[in-house]
Nanobody, 114 residues
Framework: QVQLVESGGGLVQPGGSLRLSCVASGFTFSTQIMGWYRQAPGKERELVAEIISAGGPTTYADSVKGRFTISRDNSEKTVYLQMNSLKPDDTAVYYC???????WGQGTQVTVSS
């Protein structure tokens, strides 16, 4: 069955960095558009970044452009989100998802606070 396991979250000070990882299984990872989403308390879940294929086109929410980088390793069935210059507004639970598969993992909490 489909599984997505996110990791790498934590508590970081404003201006700091984190790298999130998501290991996928149960589907053909290399053919799927993969994305990172986040949901802050009291807010709707939003798309943060997407990647078409390894080294392929990427898209980002305006709020994270220039600070976040999405990448993937198809051989490891893993998608990453490098987050730099973190702000308190980036605090949320972060999830990865395959665009065309209706499954969400448990997410990983990112808290940006001094």
């Amino acid at each position: 069955q489909v599984q997505l396991v996110e990791s790498g979250g934590g508590l970081v000070q404003p201006g700091g960095s984190l790298r999130l990882s998501c290991v996928a299984s149960g589907f053909t990872f290399s053919t799927q558009i993969m994305g990172w989403y986040r949901q802050a308390p009291g807010k709707e879940r939003e798309l943060v970044a997407e990647i078409i294929s390894a080294g392929g086109p990427t898209t980002y929410a305006d709020s994270v452009k220039g600070r976040f980088t999405i990448s993937r390793d198809n051989s490891e069935k893993t998608v990453y989100l490098q987050m730099n210059s973190l702000k308190p507004d980036d605090t949320a639970v972060y999830y990865c998802k395959a665009r065309w598969i209706n499954y969400w993992g448990q997410g990983t909490q990112v808290t940006v606070s001094s």
